[in-house]
Nanobody, 122 residues
């Protein structure tokens, strides 16, 4: 399984970005997908995930109500990020695990993308 993340960039506080993660090598519909982020000097943290069926989504408290995760067949998961704050600045990673349901830990995922930088200026 290979994951390719894209869509990061520089945006002012209050702005929006949409991150994309394309999966290849396996059937997209079999995989639960997650987004994590890592700021300088901090551990990688959970942001959001969607179950392999696409029927349920989960969010960290810090992004709830501002970020939305979705699956778009045949092979892309999106993270729509609105009302961005400077504290959202980080490298964002997408991850996948077969038949994943509500997995919010780094160790719970088997495959990772390369990361995309999001910078929010105040």
């Amino acid at each position: 399984v290979q994951l390719q993340a894209s869509g990061g960039g520089l945006v002012q506080a209050g702005g929006s970005l949409r991150l994309s993660c394309a999966i290849s090598g396996r059937s997209f519909s079999d995989y639960g997908m997650g987004w994590f982020r890592q700021a300088p000097g901090k551990e990688r943290e959970f942001v959001s995930c969607i179950t392999w069926t696409g029927s349920n989504t989960y969010y960290a408290d810090s992004v709830k109500g501002r970020f939305t995760i979705s699956k778009s067949y045949p092979n892309t998961v999106y993270l729509q990020m609105n009302s961005l704050k400077p504290e959202d600045t980080a490298v964002y990673y997408c991850a996948a695990v077969r038949r994943g349901e509500g997995i919010m830990t780094v160790k719970g995922y088997d495959y990772w993308g390369q990361g995309t930088q999001v910078t929010v200026s105040s």
